[in-house]
């Protein structure tokens, strides 16, 4: 057991506990309990933006997937990162200014009917326990190689931490563990950066230059084709990726945490540039794992690469930096689960409990009650799914659960937003369409089938592609432009004028 870790892990869960606490006593309604009041400001926000997409996947996944494929692990970061003008341009705002507490309160501000919302809140709850189960996995591994905690046990300790902060601190306690683990985060990976390019006296290309002979696969692994040999395939992950965050839950609830639009935007400008500097120290620690731990010991750690960045710190500046980095990984989780658990919670107590079971007429103490009570339950449904994906590199688990958002929720957003004919049938169509269509494909993909017993089931895939993005995507817009168009009722023209300048100017015109 590494007991310097054990110490950090401490130091980290005790701090952030205490975040809880405080942020406990300020929460007294529904509105601090989902949004913190409103209160944050644009780089609190963007901080915690940051932190929300700065996960588990990003800085294990990522730099472990660069590790071992070289040039096809940049696929993971370089559609993530350019996701966030795609939601700059086109959500963020409108987002803002439509909603209230959840993605369905703003898809519901054009169709207002049980049917819509519901379908909104059901896509939200699977999106955040697909995204989940990529955090506890990366969660499982960490502390399974550090303490020597079985991975099951691991999943139960992490589960229980992040339930706490949502249970008793709501989106404050969230927002600001966020903020706190992107901080520290940064920390870590600069001073990892530093001491890779010391290594090579901070000649870059004399970096590339080694890695050409640090592996097998000689001069191919900073050519793409090692992982994804299949063109479309990468396509298809790609344009997952870069639609994916617009759709993504927990990231978008966060727009509702700050006063109004201009806000909205500022925080992610900042967002965007936290999260660029991150990705492009992340390659560098990608390469320098090849280089100074080698493959072999990163495999024999994990499989799939999950621990590429804690053995890099360990290689270069020993046992205390690899307990630092870990425990960053580690709040990096908590932060990221937190924030999942709190999305997934408030589309069922807001949209299920309150909006469609209530009919709007709960009281805010019995709305909070039944948040806390579907936290605890996504956290046991997260963590019972993540028990069969232990060895699935964590990256590669996020970019799928950023597939099903784009393809559940992206194509829904934007025709409530641009599109006058888009009708109450459309909306319903595309949400299950997308929804369905992901999960089904999923199934029958390379992640769940092998020939060779790699994949959760032995068997030939009958899905070619080990992400459906290119496909799942398109399913979504034609099922909402096939819906509006096949349904007898049709749009309600007024409807769509005001939310057209409600998305504009602000729920005050």
Same mark, same amino acid.
């Given at each position: 057991m590494n007991y310097t870790a054990l110490a950090l892990f401490c130091i980290i869960v005790i701090a952030t506990l205490f975040i809880t606490y405080y942020a406990a006593k300020r929460t007294k309604n529904a509105n601090q309990f989902y949004t913190a009041g409103g209160g944050l400001t644009g780089w609190q926000n963007g901080l915690a933006i940051g932190g929300d997409f700065m996960s588990a996947s990003s800085f294990l996944g990522i730099v472990g997937g660069i590790a071992l494929t070289g040039f096809d692990g940049l696929y993971l970061l370089l559609g993530a990162l350019v996701s966030y003008l795609v939601v700059m341009y086109l959500v963020a705002e409108p987002l803002r200014n439509l909603g209230k507490y959840t993605l369905a309160d703003m898809i519901t501000a054009r169709f207002n009917t049980k049917k819509v919302r519901g379908a909104a809140a059901v896509n939200t709850i699977v999106i955040s326990i697909f995204y989940m189960i990529a955090q506890l996995v990366g969660a499982g591994v960490l502390i399974k190689l550090l303490l020597g905690i079985g991975f099951s046990t691991s999943l139960i300790i992490v589960g229980v931490l992040m339930t706490v902060y949502v249970l008793f601190g709501g989106m404050t306690a969230t927002s600001w563990v966020q903020i706190i683990k992107a901080s520290l985060l940064m920390v870590g990976t600069f001073i990892l950066f530093i001491l890779v390019l010391s290594k090579f006296n901070f000649n870059i290309m004399a970096m590339f230059d080694q890695i050409k002979h640090a592996t097998p696969l000689g001069e191919k692994f900073l050519n793409p084709g090692i992982k994804n040999t299949n063109g479309l395939d990468a396509i298809s992950l790609n344009i997952g990726l870069l639609l994916g965050t617009a759709g993504l839950p927990h990231v978008l609830m966060r727009f509702f945490t700050v006063q109004d639009a201009k806000t909205a935007r500022k925080s992610v400008t900042v967002a965007t540039w936290v999260i660029s500097i991150f990705y492009v120290m992340a390659v560098f620690l990608g390469f320098g794992a090849t280089l100074l731990v080698g493959t072999k010991s990163i495999t024999q750690a994990n499989p799939a690469g999950n621990m590429a960045a804690p053995l890099l710190a360990q290689a270069l500046g020993g046992n205390f930096m690899f307990a630092f980095i870990c425990a960053v990984a580690f709040a990096t989780i908590l932060a990221v689960v937190a924030g999942i658990v709190l999305s997934g919670a408030s589309a069922f107590?807001?949209?299920?409990?309150?909006?469609?079971?209530?009919? =709007?007429?709960?009281?805010?103490?019995?709305?909070?009650?039944?948040?806390?009570?579907?936290?605890?339950?996504?956290?046991?449904?997260?963590?019972?799914?993540?028990? #069969?994906?232990?060895?699935?590199?964590?990256?590669?688990?996020?970019?799928?659960? *950023?597939?099903?958002?784009?393809?559940?929720? *992206?194509?829904?957003?934007?025709?409530?937003?641009?599109?006058?004919?888009?009708?109450?049938? =459309?909306?319903?169509?595309?949400?299950?369409?997308?929804?369905? =269509?992901?999960i089904i494909l999923v #199934?029958?993909?390379?992640?769940?089938?092998?020939?060779?017993?790699?994949?959760?089931?032995?068997?030939?895939?009958?899905?070619? *592609?080990?992400?459906?993005?290119?496909?799942?995507?398109?399913?979504? #817009?034609?099922?909402?432009?096939l819906g509006t168009v096949l349904s007898r009722k049709k749009a309600n023209k007024e409807d769509f004028d005001k939310v057209l300048v409600q998305s504009n100017l602000g729920k005050d015109v």
């Open positions: 107590a807001h949209d299920f409990y309150n909006e469609i079971i209530r009919g =709007g007429k709960a009281t805010e103490k019995e709305q909070v009650r039944a948040a806390r009570i579907a936290a605890i339950s996504v956290a046991v449904i997260s963590i019972i799914l993540a028990l #069969f994906a232990k060895n699935l590199n964590v990256a590669f688990l996020g970019s799928l659960a *950023l597939t099903l958002a784009a393809s559940a929720n *992206l194509p829904v957003i934007l025709y409530t937003i641009y599109w006058r004919k888009f009708n109450t049938a =459309g909306a319903i169509t595309s949400m299950v369409v997308g929804l369905a =269509g992901t #199934f029958l993909s390379p992640n769940v089938w092998d020939p060779e017993g790699h994949a959760i089931l032995i068997g030939k895939p009958i899905f070619p *592609l080990a992400s459906p993005g290119i496909v799942s995507i398109p399913l979504s #817009f034609i099922g909402g432009y």
